[in-house]
């Protein structure tokens, strides 16, 4: 009621009791007087009620003006849909947004057609739901020629003027996060490609909780799932080798403390099958607590097995090389030297026996002609181990294996030395198993057992005994030589398999040594899968030991 209505009705009844009956009548009787005077503070409060009802209309109008602007003008597409699904109010920018045109519902036009049924199923939800519900639609963009990806919060509510359920929905453009999200996920899946068929993942350490996220390939590469990896730091450093683990310990303890501005290390870890890997371990501090403390370390976990593989060999490749280079400058100094001087003597000789052959007796002429045959015998000895070892350094022998009967096979090697043996008087002992078998390479065995039993003679003295003697241990067969003679120092046995190192002396009976005897003797035994060692003490004789394998 507006207020000039409450003055009309003021008016007409102050007419009335103005009248002369009608005041008298109310001033006589105290019933009607305290009715006029509600009645008057009755139509007071009235028309102050009725000036705050006013004011708050006009509040409201103003209000719903506001929201009209805003809804239509705000930069945020806003739309008013019924529960079908069909416009009911729009503003601007969704009209922009949508390719709005008014004779066509563009819910059914622009959307990508696959995403349709998924709109009217967003409806239901919303209005089956006392919140807002959020979903993402593609939205073809006829302006631009391209598929816009949207994000629809909708919300149901009662419409005041029509009291029908109506579904309000703010639309966002999404698009260039749809797009970021979609690049993002290809480089995802194309750095996860690469980890899973290389040999690196990455980590996360919270440095206070000591746990590790990890990407699964590092679980993968050390044969594990990651169920059963772990996370806890200090059970994952149990894997480590324990020649390694202090160093990986204080290669992360320099890092989190300031002194090294990365953490990196090599070492190995154990894998599922009790094997180990050696691994690259690189990683720095990404977050600090707001004390200034570590709290978290990534870093790249890398498996470099294949390449630690590939520097052992070639680390034994360029061994090999020196050892060739070694070996080829002692070849040279032999042939300079060791093969010069005899074959300079037996010249000489020759020359003195060709110039004085009529002036000579027998005698001096059978003694000129012993000297040259010895000499040449030492010369063609020192060519033949010349040869055997060229042929031993060279990788070329190939093993080919027979059974033999060793004591009889020992006998036949005893047998080449009868001669030279006599000559010092030196007898040998054999002793063994009678009928034990031997699976191997006789042909390297024979040079074995010719160079080890020649050096027993060489250094054995007159009158004395060279001891040969073989058991079985095992699934080997050990062998030993054993002589009275001359012995070795500790310096002296350290060189005798040395290609670094010349060793070779006189026998007791001034026998000239090659040098190479008992590196041909350790190469053979190698390859035949087996071991040499010695013991030795001056003036008390030498024992060679070495195994072979029975098969």
């Given at each position: 009621?507006?207020?000039?209505?409450?003055?009309?009705?003021?008016?007409?009844?102050?007419?009335?009791?103005?009248?002369?009956?009608?005041?008298?009548?109310?001033?006589?009787?105290?019933?009607?007087?305290?009715?006029?005077?509600?009645?008057?503070?009755?139509?007071?409060?009235?028309?102050?009620?009725?000036?705050?009802?006013?004011?708050?209309?006009?509040?409201?109008?103003?209000?719903?003006?506001?929201?009209?602007?805003?809804?239509?003008?705000?930069?945020?597409?806003?739309?008013?849909?019924?529960?079908?699904?069909?416009?009911?109010?729009?503003?601007?920018?969704?009209?922009?947004?949508?390719?709005?045109?008014?004779?066509?519902?563009?819910?059914?036009?622009?959307?990508?057609?696959?995403?349709?049924?998924?709109?009217?199923?967003?409806?239901?939800?919303?209005?089956?739901?006392?919140?807002?519900?959020?979903?993402?639609?593609?939205?073809?963009?006829?302006?631009?020629?391209?598929?816009?990806?949207?994000?629809?919060?909708?919300?149901?509510?009662?419409?005041?003027?029509?009291?029908?359920?109506?579904?309000?929905?703010?639309?966002?453009?999404?698009?260039?996060?749809?797009?970021?999200?979609?690049?993002?996920?290809?480089?995802?899946?194309?750095?996860?490609?690469?980890?899973?068929?290389?040999?690196?993942?990455?980590?996360?350490?919270?440095?206070?909780?000591?746990?590790?996220?990890?990407?699964?390939?590092?679980?993968?590469?050390?044969?594990?799932?990651?169920?059963?990896?772990?996370?806890?730091?200090?059970?994952?450093?149990?894997?480590?080798?324990?020649?390694?683990?202090?160093?990986?310990?204080?290669?992360?303890?320099?890092?989190?403390?300031?002194?090294?501005?990365?953490?990196?290390?090599?070492?190995?870890?154990?894998?599922?099958?009790?094997?180990?890997?050696?691994?690259?371990?690189?990683?720095?501090?990404?977050?600090?607590?707001?004390?200034?403390?570590?709290?978290?370390?990534?870093?790249?976990?890398?498996?470099?097995?294949?390449?630690?593989?590939?520097?052992?060999?070639?680390?034994?490749?360029?061994?090999?090389?020196?050892?060739?280079?070694e070996a080829k400058s002692k070849l040279v100094s032999i042939?300079?030297?060791?093969?010069?001087?005899?074959?300079?003597?037996?010249?000489?000789?020759?020359?003195?026996?060709?110039?004085?052959?009529d002036i000579f007796d027998d005698i001096k002429k059978k003694?000129?002609?012993?000297?040259?045959?010895?000499?040449?015998?030492?010369?063609?000895?020192?060519?033949?181990?010349?040869?055997?070892?060229?042929?031993?350094?060279?990788?070329?022998?190939?093993?080919?294996?027979?059974?033999?009967?060793?004591?009889?096979?020992?006998?036949?090697?005893?047998?080449?030395?009868?001669?030279?043996?006599?000559?010092?008087?030196?007898?040998?002992?054999?002793?063994?198993?009678?009928?034990?078998?031997?699976?191997?390479?006789?042909?390297?065995?024979?040079?074995?057992?010719?160079?080890?039993?020649?050096?027993?003679?060489?250094?054995?003295?007159?009158?004395?005994?060279?001891?040969?003697?073989?058991?079985?241990?095992?699934?080997?067969?050990?062998?030993?030589?054993?002589?009275?003679?001359?012995?070795?120092?500790?310096?002296?046995?350290?060189?005798?398999?040395?290609?670094?190192?010349?060793?070779?002396?006189?026998?007791?009976?001034?026998?000239?040594?090659?040098?190479?005897?008992?590196?041909?003797?350790?190469?053979?035994?190698?390859?035949?899968?087996?071991?040499?060692?010695?013991?030795?003490?001056?003036?008390?004789?030498?024992?060679?030991?070495?195994?072979?394998?029975?098969?």
């Amino acid at each position: 009621m507006k207020i000039q209505d409450f003055e009309k009705i003021r008016s007409k009844i102050n007419q009335i009791i103005s009248n002369e009956e009608i005041a008298e009548l109310i001033n006589n009787n105290e019933y009607l007087k305290t009715i006029i005077e509600e009645y008057n503070t009755a139509i007071m409060e009235l028309e102050m009620q009725s000036i705050e009802l006013n004011q708050t209309q006009l509040n409201l109008e103003t209000e719903r003006q506001k929201y009209k602007d805003l809804f239509y003008n705000s930069p945020v597409a806003f739309v008013v849909l019924d529960t079908n699904g069909n416009i009911v109010d729009i503003n601007s920018t969704a009209k922009i947004l949508l390719n709005y045109k008014n004779s066509e519902n563009p819910f059914l036009t622009n959307l990508v057609t696959t995403d349709i049924p998924k709109f009217y199923g967003f409806l239901q939800e919303v209005t089956k739901s006392n919140t807002a519900i959020k979903k993402e639609f593609g939205l073809y963009d006829k302006n631009s020629d391209k598929n816009l990806q949207l994000e629809f919060v909708g919300v149901k509510f009662n419409d005041p003027n029509t009291y029908q359920e109506k579904i309000r929905i703010v639309i966002n453009d999404i698009t260039e996060r749809y797009e970021l999200q979609l690049k993002t996920e290809e480089i995802y899946q194309q750095l996860t490609s690469m980890l899973m068929s290389g040999n690196v993942a990455w980590w996360r350490m919270n440095v206070k909780t000591k746990t590790v996220d990890y990407h699964p390939r590092k679980a993968e590469i050390l044969g594990y799932i990651p169920e059963e990896f772990g996370r806890d730091v200090y059970k994952i450093l149990e894997l480590v080798h324990p020649e390694d683990l202090e160093d990986a310990k204080q290669a992360m303890r320099d890092h989190l403390e300031g002194r090294t501005k990365f953490y990196e290390i090599v070492y190995r870890t154990k894998t599922k099958d009790g094997q180990y890997k050696w691994i690259m371990d690189r990683g720095q501090i990404a977050k600090y607590d707001t004390n200034g403390n570590p709290e978290l370390v990534i870093g790249i976990f890398t498996d470099i097995t294949d390449i630690k593989k590939v520097e052992e060999l070639l680390i034994q490749e360029k061994n090999k090389l020196l050892a060739a280079n070694e070996a080829k400058s002692k070849l040279v100094s032999i042939l300079s030297h060791d093969l010069r001087s005899p074959f300079a003597t037996i010249l000489n000789y020759l020359q003195l026996l060709n110039e004085r052959f009529d002036i000579f007796d027998d005698i001096k002429k059978k003694e000129i002609i012993n000297i040259v045959y010895e000499t040449s015998k030492s010369s063609l000895n020192l060519i033949e181990n010349l040869l055997e070892w060229v042929r031993s350094d060279s990788d070329k022998i190939q093993v080919k294996k027979l059974k033999v009967e060793i004591n009889g096979f020992l006998k036949q090697q005893l047998d080449v030395f009868e001669n030279s043996a006599k000559l010092k008087n030196i007898t040998f002992e054999l002793s063994g198993e009678k009928n034990l078998m031997i699976n191997t390479d006789l042909n390297l065995l024979s040079t074995i057992i010719r160079n080890l039993v020649s050096n027993a003679v060489k250094f054995s003295h007159k009158n004395s005994a060279v001891y040969i003697d073989y058991n079985k241990v095992d699934n080997m067969i050990v062998f030993s030589i054993k002589d009275t003679g001359i012995g070795m120092n500790q310096e002296q046995i350290n060189n005798l398999f040395s290609v670094s190192h010349s060793f070779s002396r006189r026998g007791t009976s001034g026998e000239r040594g090659t040098g190479f005897g008992l590196k041909i003797v350790k190469e053979y035994i190698n390859k035949l899968g087996g071991r040499i060692w010695v013991t030795s003490e001056e003036n008390r004789g030498t024992t060679f030991y070495f195994s072979l394998p029975i098969e």
